[in-house]
């Protein structure tokens, strides 16, 4: 029950700092045109602000109505944990998309200037061989579990009634 709160804190974050750019950016559309995806976002919460709020709410209802069923055994208990990550995720991609939104207006302004010093910029190395080191391991569990699963879900045998003890 406490994911499925944090799942929506979450999201209130997300949206209230999105609700918060986009007040912003409307003061810089004034000094420019904007770039397509500022603008995507800026329709969005300006005229449907309300609805992503009434989308949390409804989300959270969701997990509650799912954990209640959970906790009456109607519903398997990952229902909730699902329930509550989908919305953990959606919120992380309007936070990014929010993020690029910001970013796109400042990316036109800027120029490289010949004969002046680079912008200093962070590799992206280190992020690709975290990933690939990621994702080695999520497969490895991943076909390990189902290996198990499949290895101890055999049924019963010819030998399970025998009172002799006999290697297998």
């Known amino acids: 029950m406490s994911f499925a709160g944090i799942a929506y804190l979450i999201w209130v974050l997300a949206v209230g ?12 559309q004034y000094a420019g045109e904007l770039p397509v995806i500022t603008q995507w976002l800026q329709n969005a919460f300006i005229h449907a602000a309300a609805v992503f709020d009434l ?6 209802l969701l997990s509650l109505g799912l954990i209640v069923g959970a906790g009456r055994q109607r519903w398997s208990i990952s229902c909730p944990w699902v329930c509550a990550i989908c919305q953990t995720m959606a ?7 929010a993020g690029m939104a910001a970013q796109a207006p400042y990316h036109l302004l800027t120029s490289y200037v010949p004969g002046s010093q ?15 080191i990621a994702m080695v391991m999520w497969v490895t569990s991943l076909v390990w579990m189902i290996s198990e699963r499949a290895r101890l879900m055999h049924g019963p045998k ?11």
């Open 91 to 97: 919120a992380t991609l309007l936070a990014v998309w």
């Open 17 to 28: 700092s999105t609700r918060h750019l986009v007040n912003e950016l409307s003061h810089a």
């Open 158 to 168: 010819l030998r399970d009634g025998m009172k002799t003890n006999i290697p297998v």
């Open 118 to 132: 680079p912008f200093q910029t962070t590799g992206w190395a280190s992020l690709f061989v975290a990933l690939a």
């Open 55 to 60: 989308v949390g709410v409804l989300w959270l």
